[in-house]
């Protein structure tokens, strides 16, 4: 019954499993997945013993939590999360083992079955506050070092040269694969609790700090060299042969706090399996209702997408917006937001009150994993635009129409950044608009779709972001204030006829 359930859930979740295999064979962050599942099966051979000598009992209360995970990954589908929908597969088929093995058996297998977990292919998340640490310490390791630093953003200027700190260096798949490693290492070597939680937060620390360090003896060489050895040594330096010598390091100041592994005894082989029936009918009814509860999403998803029309979307930048703006013939600013795959966008823009704005709309319908709106793809710029950086953040409340709202305002600078008479600075304005609703939250963005999505109102949601000048007489910012308090309404309701046109 075991085999039966795992290859029924792996059948109906076979594009979330697939989509997991895509992204370890792609992703060398992620590479390490390939490993976790013989590594489960040889922990959970180790305790085979253990295992032969309790009679398994099915759990019906694991059917609560089955019908938990399979709603958990009901919305993260809704609204095309890999992450969501990856961890609520792996909690369904780890569920399994309870509902129909019993909590007895799970319990001599809690780890193994825990560490399945590290098969997902999560933690991109964490890239941006690591290249902003980064990026800290790195500077205030210079200026320690004496070396004079003017900072903007993750972009940085030292006397003998321009650096920046990019995805590349933020040390996310360093610290996935310590973590990953680091937490076997404490289950094989800890039995107290104490220990193994000890090594496990070591394991994480030690590679943000090595992180660190190497992006400083990075820049510390290259200002040394002339800018001679820097360009290449990254590699040499910070590899996986660099990651690697500081695991083994970790590694070898760990165990000398291993405990010693306790006698393993082959219960099973020495007969004394607990005497206890198990009933056939209640194994059949929650392994029958178990895989029920887990069909479930599929069944409503292919409901809501019953009949669903999908139509073109038309998009049209009016000439007109309000009275004092209007659709600008010249004076392109000459930027665009990095969204990725729109359903429809527009980019132009308008010129009022002697300004000029720029307005960027992405429109997404019939979201899926390669056209959604809210990703860690969709940003103002990435780390390696040519023309533009980021180089500050902030939020700021404005009146759209009637109502004040909240707004993500961002400062880009034109690249390089020395060089130039005179930078090129943008101030940005952002928001979310999710079926006529606004916010800036990605994660409120992600709710609401999911909500409207699963009530059957469809995913309907934009980006509106616009842009001008810093640099001119009143300031960029309000210039946007004016800008989107005179046009949200007029941009509002072109939003509203796109919803409505299906």
């Known amino acids: 019954m075991l085999l039966l359930l795992l290859g029924w859930v792996l059948f109906l979740y076979r594009e979330t499993a697939t989509g997991m295999v895509a992204i370890w064979a792609r992703s060398e962050t992620f590479t ?225 706090w291993a405990e010693p592994e306790l006698p393993f005894v082959d219960r099973g082989a020495q007969g004394s399996r607990q005497q206890q029936g198990v009933s056939r009918w209640r194994l059949w009814g929650i392994s029958t209702i178990y895989a029920l509860v887990v069909a479930l999403p599929y069944i409503w998803m292919a409901g809501l997408d019953h009949g669903k029309q999908f139509g073109a979307v038309g998009l049209d930048a009016p000439e007109v917006l309000s009275t004092n703006w209007r659709l600008a013939a010249t004076g392109e600013i000459g930027f665009k937001p990095a969204f990725q795959n729109p359903t429809v966008e527009i980019n132009k823009n308008y010129f009022g009150e002697g300004r000029n704005v720029g307005l960027y709309v992405g429109y997404y319908r019939d979201q899926n994993y390669s056209s959604k709106l809210v990703s860690s793809e969709n940003i103002l710029v990435t780390s390696k635009d040519p023309q533009w950086a980021l180089v500050g953040r902030s939020e700021r409340d404005i009146k759209l129409g009637d109502v004040a709202r909240n707004v993500r305002a961002a400062e880009l600078r034109r690249v390089p950044l020395a060089g130039h008479a005179k930078v090129d600075r943008l101030v940005v304005y952002q928001i979310f608009w999710i079926n006529g609703t606004l916010t800036t939250s990605d994660y409120l963005a992600k709710v609401y779709s999911a909500w409207y999505r699963l009530t059957g109102r469809g995913d309907d949601s934009a980006v509106v972001i616009a842009y001008t000048a810093k640099d001119q007489p009143g300031g960029g910012e309000a210039v946007l204030d004016s800008f989107l308090s005179n046009n949200y309404s007029a941009i509002n309701k072109i939003l509203a006829n796109v919803q409505q046109r299906k």
Not at 60 to 75: D, K, R
Not at 150 to 178: D, K, M, T
Not at 190 to 205: C, D, N
Request: hydrophobic share 60%.
């Open 32 to 256: 390490h997945g390939f490993l976790v599942p013989p590594i489960v099966f040889w922990l959970i051979w180790r305790r085979r013993g253990e295992i032969a000598a309790t009679m398994p009992q099915p759990m019906g209360p694991a059917l609560i939590f089955a019908a938990g995970a399979a709603l958990v990954w009901l919305i993260g589908e809704s609204v095309a999360v890999n992450s969501v929908t990856q961890l609520a597969f792996v909690a369904i088929l780890v569920l399994v083992v309870p509902a129909t093995l019993g909590l007895a058996v799970t319990r001599h297998i809690v780890f193994p079955l825990g560490f399945l977990f590290f098969s997902v292919p999560i933690g991109e998340f964490l890239m941006p506050h690591l290249m902003e640490g980064t990026a800290n310490f790195t500077v205030l390791a210079l200026r320690l070092s004496g070396i004079p630093v003017y900072r903007e953003g993750l972009q940085f200027v030292i006397p003998s040269g321009n650096w920046s700190v990019v995805e590349a260096c933020s040390g996310v798949r360093y610290l996935i694969a310590s973590l990953t490693v680091g937490t076997l290492f404490a289950y094989l070597n800890y039995h107290s609790l104490k220990r193994r939680v000890l090594f496990i937060f070591v394991s994480a620390l030690v590679p943000v700090v090595a992180n660190w360090l190497r992006a400083y003896l990075i820049v510390m060489l290259g200002h040394l060299s002339g800018n001679k050895l820097a360009a290449g040594v990254d590699h040499l330096i910070y590899g996986w042969l660099f990651f690697g010598v500081v695991i083994m390091l970790m590694f070898v100041v760990g165990a000398r």
